[in-house]
């Protein structure tokens, strides 16, 4: 069965630490991996990777893919309280004419004065 | 642009009634895909339209059901109701699925989600 698993489910940081959010999976026809934040709310879009190698970069936040090894990170420095919430990883497969998207059961991030 | 609408924002039912959610796409989106969102289960995929036509379905019981209409906005319905129903539903759009002889990775946009508690 298809496959994402988060790690670690839950952290709590101080301002200004630097966190490292890890997805691995295990899908049939890997398309791209997106990587959400979610609050109280509906998820937003962070990143979307689809080749290794390659650093996605907005502002504190990057991310980055290995196809080979089958895993992405999260990297997030200078933490702020802000960045609490919950980090969601979906990995996106293609199944016979459509995309069909599996989440993580996401990282829960608390970040402290 | 507008993001994408989900109505109603909040709906409380009971047990065995069927209730109809609605959600709008982003203008030029034309695949709605459908997520419950549960504190046990986390986020898990329902299905996904596009064009009108339902184009893959994740592991839901046959009450379970959608539609798409020709301006690409979808409404989910569920039948016969029971407790474990009780959770956030999303609707995200995005321009287009996945097409077979190319890859597209269209990221998805979500909506506020519907609250539906079941009595």
């Known amino acids: 069965e298809d496959k994402v698993v988060q790690s670690p489910l839950s952290l709590v940081v101080h301002e200004g630490d630097t966190v490292t959010l890890n997805c691995s999976y295990e899908?049939?026809?890997?398309?791209?991996l997106l990587w959400y934040k979610q609050e109280k709310k509906a998820p937003t879009f962070l990143f979307m990777l689809t080749s290794s190698g390659i650093e996605k970069k907005s502002g504190r936040l990057s991310s980055i893919l290995d196809k080979k090894e089958l895993f992405s990170i999260l990297n997030i420095t200078a933490t702020q309280t802000g960045d609490s919430a919950v980090y969601l990883c979906?990995?996106?497969?293609?199944?016979?004419?459509?995309?069909?998207?599996?989440f993580g059961t996401g990282t829960q991030l608390k970040v402290e004065l | 642009k507008a993001g994408v609408t989900q109505t109603p924002r909040y709906l409380i039912k009971t047990r065995g009634q069927q209730v109809t959610l609605s959600c709008s796409p982003i203008?030029?989106?034309?695949?709605v895909s459908w997520y419950q969102q549960t504190p046990g289960q986390g986020l898990q995929f329902l299905f996904e339209?596009?064009?009108?036509?339902?184009?893959n379905k994740g592991n839901f019981p046959g009450r379970f059901s959608g539609r798409q209409f020709s301006n690409s906005r979808s409404e989910m319905n569920v039948s016969t109701l029971e407790l474990g129903d009780s959770a956030l539903y999303l609707c995200?759009?995005?321009?287009?699925?996945?097409?077979?002889?190319?890859?597209?990775?269209?990221?998805?946009?979500f909506g506020p989600g519907t609250r539906l508690t079941v009595l």
């Open positions: 339209y596009f064009s009108e036509t339902q184009r």
């Open positions: 995200a759009s995005s321009r287009r699925p996945g097409t077979s002889g190319g890859v597209s990775t269209d990221t998805q946009y």
């Open positions: 899908v049939t026809n890997f398309r791209s």
């Open positions: 979906a990995v996106v497969e293609f199944t016979g004419g459509g995309n069909k998207l599996t």
């Open positions: 203008s030029g989106h034309r695949s």
